[in-house]
T-cell receptor, first 113, second 115 residues
């Protein structure tokens, strides 16, 4: 058990470019969450997968955002046509049905210049 | 929708002393969970302590304990014998029982521990 892994740790991109982040959950965790954390704020829920099915999306997740979890293992979060307001820490968490605790990755810090 | 409020943006404590972080929440649900998460600088968020709403007894984990007041919708965290390693952002979080079980976080309290 190596914990939740996120890649990359840091990403700097120019406005208008597309970016993709990856999250590898703890093995056998069937639930996977994406959160966004801006400076001075707590994490805000973006989306949730149970196995490969995306079951809930926040209204924060605009049309430029898409997430996938093929085969119910790792997940990717893509942001198209990035904007400065997308600059934030993107956190991934995983858990197992019936277990209370969610485990977090170290996050991907996105800076849009 | 549920909301979580942490009214103390920053707190400080002397090493070995006790500090209490405040959290209030709003919900119409009767079954839920409450959590305190710790986020050290540039490190991942880790769970400090959790409380099931149906339990009247306050949760404790070593030096960490909570004061859960369900009727008042209050959930404070007490850190006893504070250590330098306790310095971090602390987030209070709410989770419904069932459904997606997503976490709703407060804005956090930055705790500084002075030697």
């Amino acid at each position: 058990d190596t914990g939740v892994s996120q890649d990359p740790r840091h990403k700097i991109t120019k406005r208008g470019q597309n970016v993709t982040f990856r999250c590898d959950p703890i093995s056998e965790h069937n639930r996977l969450y994406w959160y966004r954390q801006t400076l001075g704020q707590g994490p805000e829920f973006l989306t949730y997968f149970q196995n490969e099915a995306q079951l809930e999306k926040s209204r924060l997740l605009s049309d430029r955002f898409s997430a996938e979890r093929p085969k119910g293992s790792f997940s990717t979060l893509e942001i198209q046509r990035t904007e400065q307001g997308d600059s934030a820490m993107y956190l991934c968490a995983s858990s197992r049905t019936g277990v209370t605790e969610a485990f977090f990755g170290q996050g991907t810090r996105l800076t849009v210049v | 929708a549920q909301t979580v409020t942490q009214s103390q943006p920053e707190m400080s404590v002397q090493e070995a002393e006790t500090v209490t972080l405040s959290c209030t929440y709003d919900t119409s649900e009767s079954d839920y969970y409450l959590f305190w998460y710790k986020q050290p600088p540039s490190r991942q968020m880790i769970l400090v302590i959790r409380q099931e709403a149906y339990k009247q007894q306050n949760a404790t984990e070593n030096r960490f304990s909570v004061n859960f007041q369900k009727a008042a919708k209050s959930f404070s965290l007490k850190i006893s014998d504070s250590q330098l390693g306790d310095a971090a952002m602390y987030f209070c979080a709410y989770r419904s029982q069932g459904g997606s079980e997503k976490l709703v976080f407060g804005k956090g309290t930055k705790l500084t521990v002075n030697p």
